[in-house]
Structure formats: structure tokens, C-alpha cells
């Protein structure tokens, strides 16, 4: 077997040292179970190296590099040069030498909005030197590749044999397509954030609401009269882009005017989701039907290549109702209103027929995505993390 090495970058874009973001350092509130805490290793540290003697006779090795976003932005806006170059001085710290390893990965862990770095980084990564393999990334989010690292890691910060689990991290990405499908992957697995950002913490209020004028109350308070509506017009910007000629207004349930996308919710250059249906998954079996399920769920309705809201779609009549209630007194049959709303009055034997709730339908949208993703991925076997 040829000698190998791994170069793993962890999670490109964390604050340096914070629970939940740094997967290099040791973030004692997390198990090794947890996504953010893999390698254990002391926060000041920029690299690390398994086994810790390494030499000419080494099969295997790993160089994890600590990844940060930094007080100046060690890798601004993913820029691959600065990646290269710590990449470099890892190895010259720890009098590594390359050409000692027949075969060389490169893993990387960048923000899922860096869509530059994803096209330029492989590139000027395969230029470190001639026996670089490969170049990939991974996340957190996407197939099963960050288990693989963490047993990976598990046993080597243990100072234990990890042949075996180097093994299975080399070959499960060796194998993944550096192709538009991964990127495909990558960025639906984007949107899930955000959309989770969206929708989370209204799900979280209103699951909390009991039946008195208190709760609701707090849950409305501060909140403008389109403050609902303009998640779901949100929504829709994510989902088809400008293609939404006409933005959720429902002037007819509560008055308000046009409810249009916020400013800067995608990044610039960022795709929505018809694209990358489009340009990535269009020639997939089963992409349409799933792709007619998100839009329907959204409350949107399809007109050749453009979209409009469906007023009378139940996410959009949910959303007018709760936009309808903030700013006037709160009583009792307020709150009857919400939990009482009927989602499928209209549709009880399609997709709305088994949505009784707010949360059903969030549950219903993320479900409807990962099954777009799974369509994507190179092992249809693969778990989400």
C-alpha cells in the first residue's frame, strides 16, 4: 500500500475558540459525539500532527490545521492563497517532507457561501506539490464524511492505531465527485440553515403558546404589521430568486402593501434553489416531483418560468393571520384562531392533508429539501449529520 497523508483544514470560518463552532480546539461542553468538538487540541495551536514522530518509514499521517475565522480573517472570504500558505508552513513546522508520501488529500471545512474558493481552491491546492491526490471539502451538514474524521480523530488524539479509520476517511472522499452534483450537495445543505434561521425560532414561539392572551402577547410584541409575511417572501427569494414577479402582499387579509425579500439575504452571486434544480439535478429521476413539492409547501404557484404567492395556499393564510393579529389587543379567541387554523380544508388528501400545525409544515419543508439533496449525494445509503 502506498504511503499516505491527509491534510484536514477544520471549519474555516469559526471564531477562534468558540463552543459550537471551533472543531479544533478543546471545547470541554461538547462529547466527541458532538459535530463541533473532533480534535481536542489547545485553542492557541495552529496545527497538528498523528502520530506525533513522523518519519520516512510512516504509512500514514494527518496534519490538521486550525482553521479560524480569526481577529483579521485568516481566510477572508475563503482566499485560496492564504489557505495554501498556512497548508505550507504546517508542514515546514513540523519538518514534515512531502515527498515522503506517495499520495496526499487535502480536506477543507470553508463557509458554504465562498463560491469562488469552491471552484479555485482545488486548483491551487494540487500546486503545493506533484503527489497532491485530491482536494475536497466536507461539512457538517452534508453526507456522513465528518463521522468518518471523528472516529478518525478519536483515535489518534488517543495516540491509538487509526489505519483502519484512515482508511475510511481516504477512500469515502477519494471516491466523492468533486462535480456540480457535490456542489449541488453543498449548497442545499446551505439552504437548510438558512431556512432554519427563517422559520426555527417561530416554530419554537408558537409550539410555547397556551391558551391565554399572555404568551402571544410576547410573542407579537415589537414586531411590524408584515413581520410574518416577510419570512415567507424570504422563503420564496430562496427558493426561485426574482423569478417572484409578485411579492406576498395578501392586501386583502391585513393591509399592508407589497412585502418584498430583505436586503442581503443572499450573498451576492448566490444561486436560489430553481438554479441549482435546474443546472445540477434537472436530468435525475424523481427531481421534479420533489422540486413541485418544496414550491407547493412555500405557497407559491408556477407560471412558465416565472412564480407568484398563492393567497389561499395555507402557509400564506397562516402567516396573514399571525401579521393580522400584531399590533392590536390580544384576547383569548386570538389565540383560538391560531390553533384552531385549518391547514387542509381545501386539500385533505394531498400534501396539506397531513399538516395540522405550524410545525408540521417546518417539519414537512426541511424533509421536502433533504430529499432533494439526497438525490445529489454519491451514496444514496448516506445519513445526515
Aim: charged share 30%; hydrophobic share 35%; with cysteine.
Amino acid at each position: 500500500m502506498s504511503k499516505r497523508m491527509l491534510i484536514i483544514i477544520t471549519r474555516m470560518y469559526a471564531e477562534r475558540g468558540k463552543c459550537g463552532e471551533d472543531e479544533f480546539c478543546d471545547n470541554e461542553h461538547y462529547s466527541t459525539e458532538s459535530d463541533h468538538s473532533v480534535w481536542h487540541q489547545d485553542c492557541n495551536k495552529k496545527h497538528a500532527v498523528f502520530p506525533q514522530q513522523v518519519d520516512q518509514n510512516t504509512e500514514q499521517a494527518v496534519v490538521v490545521i486550525h482553521g479560524y475565522k480569526g481577529y483579521k480573517e485568516r481566510y477572508p472570504k475563503g482566499n485560496p492563497q492564504k489557505v495554501v500558505c498556512s497548508i505550507k508552513q504546517a508542514i515546514k513546522d513540523s519538518n514534515l517532507e512531502l515527498c515522503n508520501f506517495e499520495e496526499i488529500g487535502i480536506l477543507c471545512h470553508p463557509d458554504p457561501y465562498w463560491n469562488n474558493f469552491y471552484q479555485t481552491f482545488p486548483i491551487a491546492g494540487k500546486k503545493i506539490h506533484n503527489n497532491i491526490a485530491w482536494v475536497k471539502s466536507y461539512s457538517s451538514r452534508g453526507p456522513n464524511g465528518l463521522c468518518l474524521i471523528r472516529n478518525l480523530a478519536n483515535k489518534a488524539i488517543s495516540n491509538q492505531s487509526f489505519s483502519d479509520e484512515f482508511d475510511k476517511v481516504w477512500n469515502f472522499f477519494a471516491q466523492m465527485p468533486s462535480t456540480e452534483m457535490s456542489e449541488a450537495i453543498r449548497w442545499l445543505s446551505a439552504l437548510k440553515h438558512r431556512i432554519a434561521r427563517l422559520f426555527l425560532s417561530i416554530d419554537i414561539d408558537l409550539q410555547g403558546i397556551q391558551e391565554d392572551d399572555v404568551n402571544l402577547k410576547q410573542l407579537l410584541e415589537n414586531k411590524d404589521h408584515v413581520y410574518y409575511r416577510q419570512k415567507l417572501a424570504d422563503l420564496h427569494y430562496l427558493l426561485v430568486g426574482d423569478r417572484v414577479k409578485e411579492p406576498a402582499c395578501g392586501t386583502e387579509v391585513a393591509p399592508c402593501g407589497y412585502v418584498k425579500k430583505t436586503e442581503g439575504l443572499q450573498p451576492e452571486n448566490s444561486k436560489a434553489l430553481y438554479d441549482v434544480i435546474e443546472e445540477k439535478l434537472e436530468s435525475e429521476s424523481n427531481t421534479t416531483e420533489r422540486w413541485n413539492r418544496v414550491i407547493q409547501l412555500a405557497g407559491l404557484t408556477k407560471c412558465d418560468d416565472n412564480f407568484t404567492p398563492d393567497l389561499n395556499s395555507p402557509i400564506f393564510r397562516f402567516m396573514c393571520l399571525l401579521d393580522c393579529k400584531i399590533g392590536k389587543q390580544i384576547k383569548c379567541q386570538d389565540v383560538k384562531d391560531l390553533l384552531n387554523f385549518s391547514w387542509h380544508d381545501r386539500d385533505q388528501k394531498g400534501i396539506w392533508g397531513k399538516i395540522n400545525s405550524f410545525h408540521d409544515w417546518f417539519e414537512e419543508l426541511d424533509r421536502s429539501i433533504d430529499e432533494l439533496r439526497e438525490i445529489a449525494m454519491p451514496n444514496k445509503g448516506d445519513r445526515q449529520i
